[in-house]
């Protein structure tokens, strides 16, 4: 048997928390029912009888869904603003009298507010997870390129900690200090932490003939000179617009380019070779230099105003030998670090370890790097012994240290046997109390020069 509504269908639609608007051909609403006063803060009397039009103008909902049916002639969608501040997804259907003519438009809602609010959070939730991710991986990269860096040792703590305080600052930074002792890696770092848009560019004065250097460095105009050429060239010093410009053994740097670079760290334009057009750059600098530049300033090979103007934070790095407690864990990191590039498992005995430990690397980290290198590529054996090192790199015969003596201070000669009695006793004793027992010292004496060296 049918349900029979009868009258009670108005007591129905008002029941539903949907909002049920009928207006007339015109756009003039007949009829409205209770959810509508709540949706549009407005009583139902006072509804009935306005026209879409009109309460679409007063803004008490907009866009008026029945405007859009009327105005298309057909069923419409869309999502409606109401002044409660309330987003409805509002459609509009038609209902046709016997001519076909449109008599009624009924129109209802769905109350979608929190559905936008939470779409809205979801979004924002996305950008920051975006940069939180962007933020990740610029910190995993930096410390990809901080687990290559070896940097353990106090001495090496202070340079870092010097590097960390300016790295976000525009200030031109000179890094000095012998051969291979890692001035390029920390210029590398130093432009990673600075947070510059821009790339890092590096070039190395002394690998370039002195006729280059400065169309390397400034670029030239097309057709400049004989054999520039016809399109021109940008320099590298427009390469590191807003990134890190990197002068590598700038000590061997021309003369007269010496007197560019200083206006271009002055006034930061210069010029193309051959061009009279002055161009601007917005770079940081760094150069580096093993060379001593005060003795270059005195022989008339090095610019003083330009040496001012570059160690406005001067950083010196320490030679290897006094970083001793980086040695281990660089031997440890750089065999890891070739063993897996040449696919290798080369191993090494406490003894060749020794060794290395006690040579006082007077090529730095570089000499040690490439000792490693051909080590772990060449030695045919599963295990690195004392024979497979060079014969210049060989343990202090503690027995009769004076034949080994080579060009050794006889404070580094202390320390070296000092290091390897350490290492020996620890081997053979285990605790620092037994150790202390044997060696006739206090068990914190142990522990101070354990430490001292890093052990
Ligand atoms: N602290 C360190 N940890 C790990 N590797 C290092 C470290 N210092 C230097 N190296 C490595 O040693 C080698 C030499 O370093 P780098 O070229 O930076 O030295 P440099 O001081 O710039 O030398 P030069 O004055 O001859 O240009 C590089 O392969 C570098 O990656």
């Known amino acids: 048997m049918l349900f029979e509504i009868g009258e009670r269908w108005e007591e129905i639609v008002d029941s539903l928390y949907t909002d049920v608007i009928i207006t007339d051909q015109h756009g003039v609403i007949v009829y409205a029912n209770d959810s509508t006063e709540y949706w549009f803060n407005m009583k139902k009397e006072e509804i009935i009888g306005k026209s879409v039009f009109e309460l679409e103008k007063k803004k008490v909902f907009y ?7 009327l105005e298309s002639g057909q069923k419409q969608t869309t999502v409606q603003q109401t002044r409660k501040d309330k987003k409805l997804l509002v459609t509009g259907n038609i209902i046709y009298d016997n001519q076909q003519n449109i008599e009624y438009i009924v129109c209802y809602s769905q109350d979608i507010t929190e559905i936008e609010k939470l779409k809205t959070y979801i979004k924002r939730v996305e950008n920051e997870l975006e940069s939180v991710r962007k933020e990740l991986q610029y910190y995993q990269e930096l410390q ?8 353990k040792s106090p ?4 340079v870092l900690s010097i590097m960390d305080r300016v790295a976000d600052t525009d200030a031109t930074v000179l890094l000095t200090g012998e051969s291979g ?7 590398e770092q130093l432009h990673k932490k600075s947070h510059r848009k821009g790339d890092f560019v590096a070039i190395n004065c002394s690998s ?3 006729s280059l250097i400065e169309s390397e460095l400034f670029g030239y105009k097309p057709g400049a000179f004989t054999g520039a050429s016809q399109k021109g060239k940008i320099g590298l010093v427009e390469k590191a617009h807003n990134g ?16 560019k670079l200083l206006m271009l760290i002055q006034e930061k334009t210069f010029y193309r070779i051959g061009d009279s057009q002055p161009r601007e750059v917005n770079f940081r600098l760094v150069a580096a230099t093993n060379v001593n530049l005060e003795e270059r300033i005195k022989e008339g090979g090095f610019r003083e105003d330009l040496y001012f103007r570059l160690s406005v934070i001067h950083i010196p790095i320490p030679p290897l030998r006094e970083r ?5 864990n660089l031997i440890m990191s750089l065999s890891e670090k070739f063993n897996k590039q040449y696919n290798r498992e080369k191993e090494w005995t406490r003894e060749a370890i020794n060794s290395l430990l006690l040579y006082h690397w007077p090529g730095n980290v570089r000499e040690l790097s490439n000792i490693i290198e051909r080590l772990v590529l060449t030695v045919e054996e599963s295990v690195i012994t004392p024979e497979h090192l060079p014969d210049n790199i060989q343990t202090i015969n503690i027995a009769n240290p004076i034949q080994d003596i080579g060009h050794k201070s006889l404070q580094e000669i202390i320390e070296k046997t000092e290091i390897q009695i350490l290492q020996e006793a620890r081997e053979k004793y285990g605790s620092t109390t037994r150790m202390a027992k044997f060696l006739k010292v206090s068990q914190p004496t142990i522990v101070r020069k354990l430490k001292k060296y890093g052990l």
């Open 63 to 69: 866009p008026s869904i029945a405007r859009l049916v």
């Open 144 to 151: 990809k390129e901080d687990s290559r860096l070896i940097a």
């Open 155 to 158: 001495k090496m703590q202070q």
């Open 181 to 187: 002792v890692g001035k390029s890696l920390l210029a």
């Open 208 to 210: 370039i003939p002195e």
């Open 244 to 259: 890190t410009l990197f002068l590598d053994e700038i000590g061997e740097l021309p003369v007269n380019v010496q007197a």
């Open 324 to 328: 001793q407690e980086d040695l281990l």
